[in-house]
């Protein structure tokens, strides 16, 4: 897994997250993909708002309670 952070011209920053390794059937391997991108989808949502506006939405623990 690989995560880039890459500063642009108008003062924000274009995270690219690269996970790869996934094995299975082509199935398996595109449920895998989809589930990760969904994941890290979630993180990065959360960060945003904690960056942005300070705001801590407490999504990982509440996604995972126990």
């Known amino acids: 897994m690989e995560w ?3 500063p642009r011209s108008d ?3 274009l995270v690219t997250i ?4 996934f094995e299975g059937s082509d199935d398996e391997v595109i449920s ?3 589930d990760a991108m969904g ?7 959360g960060l945003k ?4 506006h300070d ?8 996604h995972y309670p126990a």
Request: hydrophobic content about 50%.
């Open 11 to 13: 003062d924000t920053t």
């Open 32 to 34: 895998e993909a989809i």
């Open 39 to 45: 994941g890290f989808s979630y993180v990065l949502a």
């Open 55 to 62: 705001i801590e939405l407490n999504l990982v623990a509440d």
């Open 49 to 52: 708002a904690l960056l942005e």
């Open 4 to 6: 880039r952070f890459t």
């Open 18 to 21: 690269s996970n790869w390794g």
